[in-house]
């Protein structure tokens, strides 16, 4: 009575059975694997599928285990297998968020009995959690086909089983299986394209991309633009490890991903990737911006002008080699325009009609005997000296307005004044005023020329090419003049300031080059190279005299007359006289003065500048510039060179500042007795010898030019011929500190965007090489060493 009545068992609940549905066509590509496995499983009669809700290698490996009849398969495309005992099969394995799972897809040539046997028999032995399904005709059940709809394809052979299924070494059309699991919180842009953002040591936001590149798995990240896939302006990014790809105009910095990558293994790399890519920026940013360029030290000015660097390089304004004649000149054209006419549109007309005719407008030029122009029209030149030999020259001038693209109108305005005065009040402003020039160096017989220095109001240069010096008498200010000395590196070196500096005197070398003459109107003065040591003159309007050492020339205006006379410096006494100078020139008796006398090196012809060819009124009411004349000692005859005129209704005239012979006499001077006893010590000291006297001159320069840079190269144009002339005035700038302080935030800040620029390769090639050079300078004069800036290497752009 106490046993248990038996139970009825319940009855076991068959599995409900869900009717098939087609799987949907996804519109793909036809070479994206979702549409290439639902092309198969449609146009395939039937299907084999074992799918787990296990990751793909576990899969692979039991796959590997029951039928390893499909390790032996050859792999196609796009992921997908055909096996090699049976080509009417075709496989493909793919994971998804729902599992995983192995197709095999069997077209109506299929060996029934073979493929039963080794895959269809094996996928029905494995129990849980392993289900064989079939694809009919593209229709199977609905949780299968959730499964393959949202699952990708996976190369097999990342799992040893499979490794004979393709080389490895080849790559993969589809992303590894671990790495695209470890990329499903990365927010998935393609079938095989992912991105995550991540922000760098700086705090900067960056996007990173993983994917397939040429079938290898990268992190991407783009770091410029390239319209023509140049990518020489980002070694920066293959300098720190990393490798470049254009993507047209999308320059990317690329770095490998490994296929077993996990996902917390893969933030790290990409945020390594993101840091490593921004420290290589920033440590060449600094390169080009912190002062980091090449600096000229205890090289020769002439090695750099005189060899081009490699077989790319070019000058960067190339002056080619004219033929000077037996002696050149410098000179500007005066207007004598009636006032009403001196406006600043015919002006500008006239300056242009000059330039089409002279190639020189109102500037003043360098020009040979016949009268061609000896430098372009970018730079305007009042002293000037050229050693046939060698080809080198020096020569005293500053940039014209042609450079900074203004009309040449301004090139009179700045010598008179008008660009600050009534220019500007008509509304023509932007000219300079006040303009500085600067010693300018250059070898004719490569093209190259650079300037040398801008920090010096220059007046007249000459050259010893023997000993390879060059000298500059420059304006100090308050009729004050400083010597300077330059040897074949460029280095300057003071010799001695002298008074009663008229601006306009001219500087020349003994023939020996021991001694250096300032000739002056009334007095010259003469220079010991070696000490600097000064002897004064009692005479003026001097030049060296190539017959006898320790003489000179002199011409001397006595009652009407110009009489060339030679006076012996250590005696002090008049040695021998020529026949008064005679001309067929109109001389106005109120100036009938020769000055500047320089000898023929044989000693038979002489050069002078003299008001001759206009008369008293028009003196009286235009004033009057000089003329180059020319003197055959012997005789004392005496010629105009040229024309007075520049045009024929005698509005042009031309003004001569200096001239010279192109071949140097001998002459020579050793002083004796009491003259030896005069020689005075260097005067070296002086308020306006200080760093800076000529900043705010040379500011305007400055900006003038660098806008006229960053013009050319936002159109797409090479702004290199400009930089010689931008780093030499930056330099001079900078010595002001008022000056730098004033623009030193839109130096560096233009420094900063240009360098940016040439990273991001905007800025590239000749362009590049010119902004660099001018970001250095710039950050040399942060750093307050503007004597760092080097302007000789700009005479070359590769």
Request: a negative charge.
């Amino acid at each position: 009575m106490f046993r248990r009545k038996p139970t009825n068992p319940a009855p076991v609940q068959p599995e409900p059975v869900e009717a098939d549905v087609p799987l949907r066509d996804p519109g793909l590509s036809p070479d994206d694997p979702r549409q290439l496995l639902h092309l198969f499983a449609e146009s395939m009669g039937l299907s084999v599928v074992l799918s787990a809700d296990v990751s793909v290698e576990v899969l692979l490996d039991t796959v590997a285990r029951v039928a390893p009849v499909l390790t032996r398969s050859t792999h196609q495309r796009l992921g997908f297998q055909q096996l090699d005992s049976d080509d009417a099969v075709v496989w493909v394995a793919v994971q998804s968020e729902r599992g995983s799972a192995v197709i095999v897809f069997c077209g109506p040539q299929t060996n029934t009995s073979s493929m039963t046997a080794s895959i269809l028999t094996p996928f029905d032995s494995l129990g849980h959690p392993y289900r064989r399904d079939m694809i009919f005709q593209g229709t199977t059940r609905p949780a299968l086909r959730d499964l393959i709809e949202s699952a990708d394809a996976i190369p097999v052979w990342t799992e040893s089983a499979f490794r004979a299924v393709a080389d490895p070494d080849a790559g993969f059309p589809t992303l590894p299986a671990a790495l695209r699991r470890s990329l499903s919180s990365w927010e998935r842009l393609q079938p095989e394209l992912y991105k995550r953002t991540f922000i760098d040591f700086e705090g900067d936001r960056t996007d990173v991309f993983a994917g397939l590149w040429n079938d290898a798995p990268l992190l991407l990240t783009n770091v410029g633009e390239s319209a023509d896939g140049v990518l020489a302006p980002f070694d920066w990014v293959t300098s720190a490890g990393h490798s470049l790809v254009w993507l047209g105009p999308a320059v990317t910095a690329t770095t490998p991903l490994p296929p077993q990558a996990t996902a917390g293994g893969l933030i790290d790399l990409g945020q390594q990737f993101v840091d490593s890519i921004t420290r290589a920026y920033r440590d060449r940013l600094r390169a080009i911006q912190g002062g980091q360029g090449e600096v000229v030290e205890g090289g020769s000015l002439w090695d750099v002008l005189e060899n081009r660097p490699d077989a790319r390089s070019e000058p960067a304004r190339r002056v080619d080699r004219p033929s000077a004649g037996r002696f050149h000149y410098t000179e500007r054209i005066r207007e004598n325009l009636p006032e009403a006419d001196s406006v600043f549109s015919v002006l500008d007309e006239l300056a242009h009609g000059l330039r089409r005719e002279r190639g020189n407008g109102f500037e003043y030029s360098w020009r040979s005997e016949s009268d061609r122009p000896m430098l372009p029209s970018t730079s305007t030149v009042s002293s000037s000296v050229f050693d046939e030999d060698s080809g080198r020259f020096f020569a005293i001038g500053y940039p014209t307005h042609e450079n900074w693209g203004m009309p040449p109108a301004h090139d009179l305005g700045a010598i008179d004044g008008r660009n600050a005065f009534s220019f500007a009040e008509a509304g023509h402003r932007g000219g300079v005023f006040h303009p500085v020039p600067r010693l300018i160096a250059g070898s004719f017989r490569t093209g190259a020329a650079t300037v040398v220095d801008a920090t010096i109001d220059a007046g007249s240069v000459d050259y010893h090419a023997p000993s390879e010096t060059a000298a500059v008498i420059a304006f100090l200010g308050a009729s004050t003049g400083a010597i300077y000395v330059y040897d074949r590196n460029g280095s300057r070196r003071l010799l001695t300031l002298v008074d009663e500096y008229s601006g306009a005197d001219p500087l020349r070398f003994s023939g020996d080059g021991r001694w250096l003459m300032v000739s002056g109107s009334r007095r010259s003065r003469l220079i010991e190279v070696a000490s600097g040591r000064r002897l004064p003159l009692t005479i003026g309007n001097t030049g060296w005299w190539p017959g006898a050492p320790s003489v000179v020339v002199t011409v001397e205006h006595r009652e009407g007359l110009a009489v060339p006379r030679l006076y012996d410096l250590n005696s002090g006494r008049y040695a021998g006289d020529f026949p008064a100078l005679s001309t067929d020139a109109v001389i106005n008796p109120e100036y009938p003065y020769f000055w500047n006398p320089s000898v023929s090196p044989d000693g038979t012809e002489m050069l002078t500048l003299g008001a001759a060819g206009v008369d008293s009124a028009h003196q009286q009411m235009h004033g009057s510039g000089h003329r180059l004349l020319i003197t055959e000692l012997a005789t004392g005859r005496t010629r105009l060179v040229h024309e007075v005129f520049a045009d024929e209704n005698g509005i042009l005239e031309r003004d001569v500042r200096e001239a010279r012979w192109s071949k140097q006499g001998w002459s020579s001077f050793e002083p004796t007795g009491a003259v030896a006893d005069d020689l005075q010590e260097p005067q070296t000291e002086h308020e306006y010898l200080a760093p800076g006297r000529w900043g705010a001159e040379n500011e305007q320069f400055l900006v003038a030019l660098l806008n006229r840079a960053i013009a050319q190269t936002q159109a797409g144009h090479d702004p290199s011929a400009l930089v010689p002339d931008i780093l030499a005035s930056l330099q001079a700038a900078a010595e002001d500190d008022t000056v730098w302080a004033e623009q030193a935030e839109w130096l560096t800040g233009l420094g900063a965007a240009t360098a940016s620029a040439i990273l991001a390769g905007t800025i590239r090639g000749r362009s590049a090489q010119a902004w660099r050079r001018i970001g250095t300078a710039i950050g040399f004069s942060a750093e307050r060493r503007p004597d760092r800036i080097d302007t000789v290497s700009a005479a070359w752009v590769e």
